[in-house]
Every structure is written in C-alpha cells, then in structure tokens.
C-alpha cells in the first residue's frame, strides 16, 4: 500500500520534471514579415494557396550562449504536399530558401 502512495506521485513528479526540461520551440510571430511577402510575390505564391504559416526561432548551438541567429518560416499549401522553407538572418534578410515534398518553384532548390 505504501508503495503505490509513493510511487503514483513520485512518478508524476519526474514525468512533469522530463516534460519542463525538455526544450520546446513553439510557433513565434516573424518580426520581418516584409520580405517574405516579396519573396512570396516573386514565386507567384497567393494567400489562397497558403495552408499554413509557422515561424520558429534559430538559435546557437552553444550550451553556454543561446543567441538568437535567425527565423526559419515553414509554409504548406492547399495545392501540393510539403512546403516552402524559408531561413532568414536575425534581422531579416531572407539567406536561404526551399522546398521539400511535391511543392515545386522556379529557381528554388527542392528535397524529396
């Protein structure tokens, strides 16, 4: 009887513990929205098509100094599978883009 007194919030207690520990990078507004929408303009991509929009922060791989790098945004569509990724630098300016999946635009590198 005592055991399962012990063990049941013991448990609890370490699974909460895992869960708060463990790093999470949730959806966070992109402070550079202006050139996505040229870079969007340019691909002939319309909001219509847009499914999806998600922006995660990138940050430094060093333990001792987590600086913020850069934004990745990760579009999905209604007319294809996959999606659009975009890498852009701290303050915006758009580094790198491409697609992975069936999602195909002219002059972006694609990823099966």
Do not use: W
């Not at 100094?65 to 975009?86: A, E, M, N, P, W």
Request: hydrophobic share 30%.
């Amino acid at each position: 009887m005592f055991k399962k007194l012990f063990i049941a919030p013991f448990l609890g207690i370490c699974l909460s513990a895992t869960i708060l520990s463990s790093p999470v990078q949730a959806g966070v507004r992109n402070p550079y929205p202006e050139p996505l929408e040229e870079l969007l303009t340019k691909l002939g991509i319309t909001a219509e098509d847009i499914r999806s929009q998600n922006t995660l922060e990138r940050n430094s791989r060093s333990e001792r100094d987590q600086k913020l790098i850069g934004y990745q945004t990760f579009y999905r569509f209604h007319s294809c599978t996959g999606y659009l990724q975009v890498n852009q630098h701290r303050f915006g300016r758009v580094d790198y883009v491409y697609s992975r999946g069936e999602c195909k635009f002219p002059g972006v590198e694609q990823f099966d």
